[in-house]
């Protein structure tokens, strides 16, 4: 099993950055994906979640109207459009796959917001 994040980086406030989570080894369509973060010196929280098919999402109210998160079960993937970047979002962006009796996390993705 393996969750990969990408596209990670530093940018500029008020820019925009997406971030990818590419899954293997699991049944992805069946699992409910999210992606956390964690600040320096703060615990990891819950930014965005997505049901299996789709169709239902849920935000943190820090990141609504601001980040959008989607999915695409024939490539496997999960994605976190992120808008209107502030320096508070500056954090390590994990995914997770939650199923019936398994919860599957990625290794993260620096994403630095500063001018």
């Known amino acids: ?3 990969v994040e990408s596209g990670g980086g530093l940018v500029q ?3 925009s950055l997406r971030l990818s989570c590419a899954a293997s080894g699991f049944t992805f369509s069946s699992y409910t994906m999210s992606w956390y973060r964690r600040a320096p010196g703060k615990e990891r929280y819950l930014v965005a979640r997505i049901n299996s098919a789709g169709g239902s999402t849920n935000y943190a109210d ?3 109207g601001r980040f959008t998160i989607s999915r695409d079960n024939a490539k496997n993937t999960v ?4 808008n209107s970047l502030k320096p508070e979002d500056t954090a390590v962006y994990y995914c997770q796959a939650v199923g ?10 620096q994403v630095t917001v500063s001018s």
């Open 1 to 3: 099993v393996q969750l």
């Open 13 to 15: 406030p008020g820019g």
């Open 62 to 64: 820090s990141v609504k």
């Open 79 to 82: 994605y976190l459009q992120m």
């Open 100 to 109: 019936t009796w398994h919860v599957y996390w990625g290794q993260g993705t």
